[in-house]
């Protein structure tokens, strides 16, 4: 089974997994943070900052079955890692210190695991700590995580107290008769808390010291009893596994991680991809920074193989194969450029970021045409500061980067139509696109209102795919565009000379072309935040809320704590968590998540767009290519329809 460990950072996430690790005999001894020796933070960078930013596996042994044990990253910054990790946990545990309570990156990390229903026990650390109130860090975690947050305190995995049975009893009408009538019987109430943790109706919290080794045995008895999997019993199906990680080896070899959800597969294999078939060349299991081979995985493995180019975290494999369509919740809000020598090549810089990216795919690398220069997406500062260093580590490259910005993005005002024609000699294809609004947060979706008579069905495949392959650029300030679907009106391809290429350069043109018709929109991200700070700080933050435009939810107070929360615009936000900070004397907490992608106020939007001083020209291009006197002739934006050889549809 698959057991993944989640926490605010600095709960002590990363010394309760070297605990449990030594516990269990897959280390010798146990490493500390603070001495820069943790077993599953290798990197040179996670043991330099002291901070978990990749997510890595252990093997244990527990009563006689490996469990594959993942800790994943705290520091926001790297949520996208750890939402990837959480789609091949079986179920997680969440660490929450006893002296700080929930936090707001606890808050993150359980809405996370409840979206994704991943069964979760708690572990309450830190409980030897001075001022550590369990009673009041329980009832905070019922009130602000899930009033189905359970005291199991004391169990561990066979008889329970008197309050956990009544609990366990409560949630089952006929275990609360069973109570009445017979009383407690260990074996059922077992079995009934295990279905009720796996159905993620309770949430089981225990207690300890993970520096100390307090109660950490008991915790892992209990997860044992109460996490079940089936795994055994999936093995003869066919053979399906989901994508969850890349990494690259010392010599840039590419590695792709899996899990596998059903059947098996052996060395040498031929398995599906959403590429089309791929050989298994090779199957390694991995226990921290090192790799032991195996021939064969089967269902509830996590593995990793070498190669498998193009498959990416998310994709099943195997029977089904598929490339991921959902988009991760984690997405980043900066963008910055990227600063080095002019006497490096710029294909240097990018191969190395593009490498990054298979690993980290936030971290989204855009390149500008002609000498603009290369920029990448990011989630913070910390993550530009870890990307810096890592150019530097692996790659032997010096970069800097310049200020980081807020990333926005675009759509249209109303339906606008373009036409792309592409016509050098013996090349020929034509479309019209219609871009419609669409509701917001649904990307760019795409629809054919053409007659297979007027373009045969293959070509109105190849246009869907053209469409959706690549992230056009709005005309305002080159941000992605967003909230558009695409609707081919008609199109016309040659008998002999037209190529799928063809079409490629017609959809790319006919996207422009109707944004350079149309009338464009600037969104920009607005963020759910949750701030948690000192009750005598409350009138401080309340102003400095009002004054960036944030909607704010009735304050909840608890004892000498108060928490806000709400919704604002991240250009207000991004900056003030040094102002926070400095107003709550260190004492606060804030944490903020995109929560949807909102129209810009006009004054804002203009003051962006003059900023940015983006020239639609210089990107893809609205201009067409038609043929004269055989040759290719351009043809400006604004001129295409004059040209257009595609009759204009009714309406048009």
């Not at 900056?575 to 903020?592: D, M, P, R, S």
Request: charged share 25%; proline share 4%.
């Amino acid at each position: 089974m698959t057991i993944g460990v989640l926490a605010h950072v600095d709960a002590g996430k990363t010394t309760f997994s070297e605990r449990v690790l030594s516990l269990s005999g897959a280390i010798r001894t146990m490493g500390r943070v603070d001495h820069g020796d943790a077993f599953l933070d290798a990197h040179p960078i996670e043991r330099e900052r002291g901070i978990t930013i990749f997510s890595d596996q252990a093997l244990l042994e527990r009563d006689g079955d490996t469990i594959y044990w993942v800790d994943t990253p705290g520091h926001a910054d790297f949520s996208p890692e750890m939402e990837r990790a959480v789609s091949v946990m079986d179920a997680a545990v969440v660490v929450v210190s006893c002296a700080e309570g929930v936090q707001s990156h606890t808050e993150t990390v359980f809405r996370l695991l409840r979206e994704n229903c991943v069964p979760t026990l708690i572990f309450l650390n830190k409980t030897d700590r001075e001022g550590a109130d369990a009673e009041k860090v329980l009832a905070q975690m019922k009130r602000l995580l899930s009033p189905d947050v359970i005291d199991a305190r004391g169990f561990a995995g066979g008889t329970m107290s008197e309050t956990l049975a009544e609990e366990v009893a409560a949630r089952d009408e006929t275990l609360m008769e069973r109570l009445f009538d017979t009383g407690y019987d260990e074996a059922l109430w077992l079995s009934e808390l295990s279905r009720q943790v796996m159905a993620c109706a309770a949430f089981p919290v225990l207690a300890g010291s993970a520096l100390r080794g307090d109660g950490v045995e008991e915790f892992m008895r209990a997860l044992r009893a109460l996490v079940r999997t089936d795994w055994h019993t999936r093995e003869t199906g066919p053979f399906r596994a989901r994508a969850y990680k890349i990494r690259h080896d010392a010599q840039g070899g590419r590695l792709c991680f899996f899990k596998v959800l059903s059947g098996a597969a052996a060395v040498r294999d031929e398995i599906e991809t959403p590429q089309g078939p791929a050989k298994l060349s090779a199957l390694s299991v991995w226990h921290g920074p090192r790799a032991r081979s195996v021939e064969r995985a089967a269902a509830g493995d996590l593995c990793a193989c070498p190669g498998l180019e193009g498959v990416m975290p998310g994709d099943t494999l195997g029977e089904g194969a598929a490339r991921r369509t959902a988009e991760w919740s984690c997405e980043p809000m900066l963008t910055a450029d990227v600063l080095w020598d002019a006497a490096v090549p710029e294909n240097r810089v990018l191969a190395a970021l593009h490498m990054l990216e298979e690993e980290e795919s936030s971290l989204q690398v855009e390149t500008r045409g002609n000498g603009g220069g290369i920029a990448v997406r990011v989630m913070g500062g910390i993550q530009l500061e870890v990307l810096r260093e890592l150019l530097g580590s692996r790659f032997g490259l010096e970069v800097s980067f310049g200020p980081a910005r807020v990333l926005y993005r675009e759509t249209v005002k109303a339906p606008c139509v373009g036409i792309g024609h592409y016509e050098p000699l013996s090349h020929y294809a034509e479309v019209w696109l219609r871009l419609v609004p669409a509701e917001p947060g649904s990307g760019v979706t795409f629809r054919s209102l053409c007659h297979v008579d007027t373009l045969a069905l293959n070509w109105q495949r190849l246009i869907e795919t053209h469409v959706l392959e690549k992230q056009h650029r709005g005309v305002l300030t080159g941000a992605p565009l967003t909230d558009v679907r695409v609707e081919l009106l008609t199109g016309r391809a040659h008998l002999k000379h037209t190529e799928g290429g063809d079409f490629r350069q017609s959809v790319y043109r006919a996207v422009r072309n109707a944004l350079m018709h149309g009338e464009s929109r600037l969104l920009e991200p607005v963020c759910r935040f949750a701030l948690r700070a000192p009750q005598e700080c409350y009138g401080r933050l309340a102003g400095d809320l009002s004054r960036m435009r944030a909607q704010v939810e009735p304050p909840e107070y608890d004892g000498d704590r108060v928490t806000l929360r709400g919704e604002a615009p991240f250009a207000t936000l991004s900056g003030y968590q040094t102002e926070f900070l400095t107003a709550t004397h260190g004492k606060g907490a804030l944490t903020v998540r995109l929560s949807r992608y909102a129209p810009c106020r006009d004054e804002d939007a203009a003051r962006v767009i003059a900023e940015t001083d983006y020239n639609p020209l210089a990107d893809d291009t609205p201009d067409s290519v038609f043929c004269q006197r055989g040759a290719g002739v351009r043809v400006a934006w604004d001129h295409v329809r004059e040209w257009a050889q595609c009759e204009a549809p009714e309406g048009i």
